[in-house]
């Protein structure tokens, strides 16, 4: 009974992680321009969560993040992709 509640709590905590960076690294979005290298940060941030927090607050700030990315027209298209197919594989819906 005690690997379990060891086990819980470690999933307890990398949900909270998760969620912590997908804010943080979308609200860095929100606060600059959007540059090549600030989508390219995204993208590496993004790659460290393993999952999204199954809650739509989450899945909209990762969808907010991509669209912000999406729209600026300093991000290469091979950058754009690369996220796209991070979200897609992420589950996020509605790209």
């Not at 860095?28 to 941030?45: G, H, P, S, V």
Request: without cysteine; aromatic residues 14%.
């Amino acid at each position: 009974m005690g690997i379990f509640y060891l086990f819980l709590f470690i999933l307890i905590i990398l949900q909270i992680k998760f969620a912590i960076t997908i804010k943080l690294a979308v609200r860095k979005l929100k606060k600059n321009q959007i540059t090549q290298e600030l989508a390219e940060n995204f993208l590496k941030k993004i790659r460290s969560v393993w999952w999204v927090p199954y809650t739509t607050k989450y899945f909209n700030l990762m969808r907010k993040g991509y669209a912000l990315i999406y729209v600026s027209q300093e991000v290469s298209e091979e950058t754009k992709k690369k996220l796209r197919s991070m979200m897609k594989f992420r589950l996020v819906k509605g790209l």
